[in-house]
């Protein structure tokens, strides 16, 4: 078993409207919790590795190959290795 707890050194600001950390990581999946400010995106991108993600709160929109999908408080996501993929976040972020 691995157990994460919050540390505020390990949040990152990735890029003007994101910043984030990781909760889990290894080779194969990640989990990492972000915050992303109101009305504002993450460019597109992949990674080799599998990613599970969880909406804490606010709202947002995802575009991936396979559909565009809204996404609001409770939704969790999955998105595959190697899939294209960028986030829009919604008025609340």
Do not use: C
Not at 6 to 22: D, N, S
Not at 81 to 89: D, I, V
């Amino acid at each position: 078993m691995k157990i994460w707890r919050p540390k505020p050194e390990a949040w990152k600001q990735v890029t003007e409207a994101l910043k984030g950390r990781y909760v889990s990581a290894d080779e194969k999946a990640t989990a990492v919790l972000v915050e992303l400010t109101p009305n504002s995106s993450f460019p597109k991108h992949k990674h080799p590795h599998v990613t599970y993600g969880l909406i804490v709160r606010g709202s947002g929109r995802y575009i991936a190959e396979n559909g565009e999908f809204q996404l609001g408080e409770g939704d969790m996501y999955y998105i595959g290795p190697n899939e294209e993929h960028w986030l829009f976040s919604g008025e609340n972020g």
